[in-house]
């Protein structure tokens, strides 16, 4: 059960605990500075498959066995599944849990997607639909360029405002009981559109609605930036991250050094030339199922604000000229179940 708070907040009378959590990357990305934090890498863009869209279920099926693995669960274990990423139909997250026989949402949030499924498996564990729920989510730097810059090596120039894509897919496993990390509430983000059309700024149409939904968060439960000892947008990258973080503080809610980007912390910025940051799907997830999960087990952070971003586009709109609306999704971490 839930306990709604206003519009857009809710918080869970019994949070759903992260019983395992797993993300699997590629070779940009193990050269990066979180390398420490993966549960798997590889060298092979293909992944030993024949395609790049095949590469990217693989990474996905490599997720959820090192997940399962890890609480020593098998598929059969799991009641639902929470899943999807940037390619059309969301062919990476279907193709990849085609066999296991998991009853499965397709979703499609963008970048958001792994804050959106956390918060819909969550609420699928807290509302009693659920024993064990999976939140899953990708992304692949050649299978997304594939839909919007084909051929890779065409020669187009990339602005200094452009992200470069992850190759990666993390997954959590969400169920009942006790463990070292609690999903306790969160805030559904709703579509914010500034009317920009640069789909090479995507920081910069989505900081808007991390904006949004950071505001609404605080508003309807009462809380402060302070409150938390991590706030962790994804992925808006340098430019959205400044965006945000320069408009929070004008609006009285300081974010100071508690806060910071996935787009940001998954790569070296200078020294892996990825211009703005990380982007993709598999972005924040990788930095939330790695990472900041890890911190939180070693309780270098108690309260977890995770809010992911995403870019509301694809090649048809971009080439019709509509502009990039954007979306966030919040979710509440902790390693206090009350």
């Not at 098998?74 to 990849?96: R, T, V, Y």
């Not at 051929?151 to 602005?159: A, I, T, V």
């Not at 904006?211 to 508003?219: E, N």
Request: charged share 20%; hydrophobic share 35%; glycine share 12%.
């Amino acid at each position: 059960m839930s306990q709604i708070q206003k519009r857009q907040s809710f918080l869970f009378s019994s949070p759903p605990v992260v019983e395992s959590h797993a993300c699997v990357v590629g070779k940009k990305e193990s050269e990066g500075p979180l390398i420490d934090y993966f549960d798997e890498t590889s060298q092979d863009t293909y992944f030993g498959e024949t395609t790049w869209e095949k590469a990217e279920s693989k990474m996905q099926q490599l997720t959820l066995q090192a997940a399962l693995k890890k609480a020593n669960l098998n598929k059969k274990d799991i009641s639902m599944a929470f899943s999807g990423d940037l390619l059309n139909q969301c062919i990476g997250s279907s193709f990849s849990l085609r066999d296991t026989g998991i009853p499965t949402f397709g979703l499609y949030g963008a970048c958001s997607t792994m804050a959106e499924s956390l918060l819909l498996a969550g609420m699928s564990v807290a509302g009693g639909f659920s024993r064990r729920s999976l939140a899953m989510t990708s992304s692949h730097f050649a299978s997304s360029e594939r839909q919007y810059r084909f051929p890779l090596g065409y020669g187009g120039q990339r602005p200094p405002t452009s992200q470069w894509t992850v190759t990666g897919a993390g997954c959590a496993i969400l169920g009942c009981g006790e463990g070292e990390i609690y999903v306790r509430g969160g805030t559904v983000g709703h579509i914010v559109d500034f009317g920009i059309k640069d789909a090479n700024n995507m920081g910069a149409a989505m900081a808007p609605a991390a904006i949004s939904t950071l505001q609404a968060h605080f508003k309807e439960l009462g809380k402060r930036p302070a409150d938390y000892d991590r706030i962790v947008t994804g992925d808006l990258g340098r430019i959205g991250r400044k965006i945000v973080y320069e408009q929070m503080e004008h609006d009285s809610y300081p974010l100071e050094c508690r806060y910071s980007d996935c787009g940001e912390l998954i790569f070296d910025c200078v020294r892996q030339d990825v211009h703005a940051g990380g982007s993709g799907c598999g972005c924040s997830a990788v930095v939330l199922c790695g990472y900041l999960m890890q911190l939180m087990k070693e309780q270098k952070i108690n309260d977890l604000l995770f809010c992911g971003t995403g870019a509301l586009l694809s090649p048809v709109s971009t080439n019709q000229g509509e502009s990039v609306p954007g979306i966030c999704h919040a979710v509440w971490l902790s390693t206090k179940k009350e």
